[in-house]
């Protein structure tokens, strides 16, 4: 599998405002590739620099081979979902979905056919005369992407298409967004700056900050291994504990916590630039509460300070005096966790779990 | 308590519209009287009016200048006006805020200065006076108010819309064709009839620009001086009942429903 | 910058350069007119005055025509505010039917103007149909001489443009929110207050955008104050055709006509202060 989509080094500003800095990433055919960072951060503008709606000042789009520049949205074998889903008001449902195959003279026998097909795989049959105004949420949501889809672009880009749903509908969504992509087997290129949707949809998360990709990987290892703190911060929850000293003794890193606790772990240094402050990163579900001292882990103690029923988790906040303020997640599976009556508990990390991240 | 002060509402509505409706009632009426006079009692039902009125020549004359003067302005008028909001509320302007101030001057003044202004530029450059001048002076007095209701929902037609056709394959100008005139066809329906009435009811600009021809509200005037033949209701009678059929029409088409109040 | 707009904005040139040539240019060839003496066309040396200016503001007999027509036309707005307020209101609030009263509402509009003029004219005069009525009540003896006066003028204008100010009022006052008011009387506000604080303030633009459809019409009127009017009710627009037609002084009455422009602009630029001049066109109403 090729990469149908190349940008290098594409830059755009707004005046003053870097929107977009010299960003470079590259996209695999037939991959659900998100764009995931804060609001701001220039993911739109990434969107409608691909989507041919603005031009870079700078930099290359190559899109299956073609560099895309001065070609207009409408010669451009992408389309776009748009936030506000864009659909045409004045036209009904079918008008709507077959928009595009009309602008292509497609003969009507195939408009038909296509029409239909995709009504049965987004489940959209019997709406057709329907006006769109007439739609719940989640229908209008498909109907922009029956809209899109089929004239069988060879890239969707659709930025934040589910923001405006209520909670339960977007998580329905989600699952089924991503089923409609392996189905059709489509490039998305999904723009958000919900960390939730970007692990549960993409194949590959691209995580932006300040018109910049900061770090690049599928939704696991991002997650996991965070290679900077702005990316293990915004995506899940973590423990950022501030260090006075790390040493690398050849098998593990010694470590000295800014309040005096120290341990070791068995991560590498990432470089860093100098005068940055190190810091742990380490999970609230990768610390457990007990007492029964496994091999090869930092053991401490604490007072919890507030806890939270989550359902299938339980979140704690305990106060240790030789780290600071942590954050711990248990898995509720019914037996209560040792905490005497005091609120003290011992509670331990593996070696292996977390890592050295600089500020 | 809030009941009572409904019902009065009510019925003070009711007085309105009768308060409204009087001086067209009497027109009718004596559109239909026999006597040649206003006065009552009424002394029986004639056509007589109506067969006097196909009869003036230059009552049909002036109807029909009246209908091309208002139907060729309105149209030209809201034409330019929706343009001018697609380019200057959806273009890329600097200080847009700065051509819509000016753009408001003709609302701003009596239609009146219009009129003058034209009359005295047109013979300044020697052009003659008649029907054309007629329908630019309309154009310049309506285009301003088309331009406003225009503007007043233009806000709520979104940029993507227009991106999204283009997105599909449409060209820019099918997407203005296809997408942005039938979104904003309710507030060009509302601009053209405003547009509409504005040179129907037009008398003091056309009668200074309309040179030898003539118009209904001219015809009209000229008739209001030796004392008005009820041949001239006859014309209230016709344009009040092809009004009727148009409401009648557009509410069985359930088009009322919408929000396409004239004004 | 994106194709998209920089192409609509090409759209608004047409509109942009009709508005140049036939009303900047040639509000701006009456301008010439208004500064100088004699016409332009004759040949004779332009001569540069301000004398069509002064003569405005100082012959007492325009003056007089001038503080009249202001009165009558502040006079028209206000009446037409209080007729057409508690209208506007209850169709606004109370009904169902509202859009089929405001399009009834329009049928007068499409009648023309003058026959409807000519309709009160039929009522008021001395031996008209007001008159009939009254004497054949035997509520009066003599007929009350209403017609060819400053009131009938004023009646004239305030029926004629009257619808006019309902459909801005309604249209704001269709904007407000029940729930506001209904969340102040639940604050303990008495519903006079209720309304004066939140219904009255949030219907001040529509009565704004009424007051141009009213004001300035009535201020430039010509054919009413001809038609219903005395000697003692000539207007400005009146006093204007009479130096175009009549007279003939094309530079005094391109002053006068400019003068009459720049008071309503201004008169209504500074009525616009209370309330932003965009809520000209937030209005639905116009
Ligand atoms: N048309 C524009 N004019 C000026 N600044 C813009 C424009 N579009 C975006 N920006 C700025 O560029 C930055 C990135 O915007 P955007 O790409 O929309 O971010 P995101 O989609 O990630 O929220 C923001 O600071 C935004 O204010
Ligand atoms: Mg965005």
Known sequence: ?????????????????????????????????????????????????????????????????????GISPNRRNTSMVFQDLALFPHMNVRENIIYGLRKRKTRPAAIDKKFKRIVD?????????????????????????????????????????????DKKLRIAMQDELKKIQRKIGTTFLYVTHDQGEALTMSDTIAVMNEGKIIQTGSPDYIYDYPDNIFTADFIGAGNFIPLSSVNNNGQ???????????????SRIPHSKSLSVPVFFIRPEKIKIGSNNPENSNIFT?????????????????????????????????????????????????????????? | MKNRISYGLGIYTVLFFIYIFTPLILIFIFAFNRGEGYVFPLQGFTWRWFIEFFRDSLARESIG??????????????????????????????????????????????????????????????FPLGIPIVIIAHVSISMSYVFLIMMSRIEGFSLSLQEAAIDLGASWSSSIKDIVFPSLMPAIVAGWLFAFMVSWNEFIVTYFLIGNNSTLPIYIFSQLRFGISPKVNVISVLVALFTFAVILILVSAGKLNRRISPV | MSTILKKNRNLAFPGLLWFLVFFLLPLSVILIYSITERSLISGEPVKFTMANFVQVFQKRHYLIILLRSLRISFFTTVISITFSYPVAYF???????????????????????????????LILSDNGILNQVLMGLHLI??????????????????????????????????????SLIEASLDLGASRFRAFFDITFRLSLTGIFAGTLLVFIPALGSFAIPAILGGTDSVLIGNMIENQFNIVGNWNAGSAFTLSLAALAIILVLSYSRIFGLESIYRNRGI
């Open chain 1, 252 to 266: 593990f890193l010694s470590i000295r916590a800014e309040k005096g606790g120290e341990f070791r772990s068995a």
């Open chain 3, 141 to 178: 003896d003599e007929p009350l001489r209403i017609m060819y006066t400053q009131t009938s003028v004023l009646l004239g204008l305030v029926y004629t443009y009257t619808p006019m100010m309902v459909l801005p009022l309604y249209a704001s006052l269709s904007r407000i929110d029940d």
């Open chain 1, 302 to 359: 604490g007072t919890v300070i507030a806890s939270v029923f989550e359902g299938p988790d339980i979140r704690f906040e305990v106060d240790s005096l030789e780290l600071g303020i942590l954050r711990i997640e248990i898995k509720n599976d019914g037996t209560p966790p040792g905490i005497n009556k005091s609120g003290k508990i011992t509670f331990y990390w593996s070696y292996k779990d977390g890592m050295v991240l600089f500020r």
């Open chain 2, 65 to 126: 200048n009246s209908i091309i003067i208002a139907v060729s302005s309105a149209t030209i008028s809201t034409i330019l006006a929706s343009l001018l909001t697609i380019g200057l509320i959806k273009g890329k302007f600097r200080r847009p805020h700065l051509y819509i101030t000016f753009l408001m001057l003709p609302v701003l003044m009596p239609s009146l200065t219009i009129g003058i202004a034209a009359l005295v530029f047109f013979r300044t450059i020697n």
């Open chain 3, 91 to 121: 169709l606004a609030k109370n009904t169902r039917h509202d859009r089929i009263l405001i399009v009834m509402l329009m049928i007068p509009f499409w009648i023309n103007y003058l026959i409807r003029i000519f309709a009160w004219k």
């Open chain 1, 1 to 69: 599998m090729g990469n149908i989509v190349e940008v290098i080094n594409v830059s755009k500003n707004y005046g003053d405002i870097k929107a977009v800095e010299n960003i470079s990433f590259n996209v695999k055919e037939g991959e659900f590739y998100s764009l995931l960072g804060p609001s701001g951060c220039g993911k739109t503008t990434i969107l409608r620099i691909l989507g041919g709606f603005i031009e870079q000042d700078s930099g290359k789009v190559i899109i299956d081979g073609k560099d895309m520049k």
């Open chain 1, 121 to 165: 795989t987004l489940g959209l049959s019997g709406f057709g005369k329907r006006p769109v105004s007439a739609l719940s949420g989640g229908q209008r949501q498909r109907v922009a992407l029956a809209r899109s889809l089929i004239i069988e672009p060879e890239i969707l880009l659709l930025d934040e298409p589910l923001a405006s749903l």
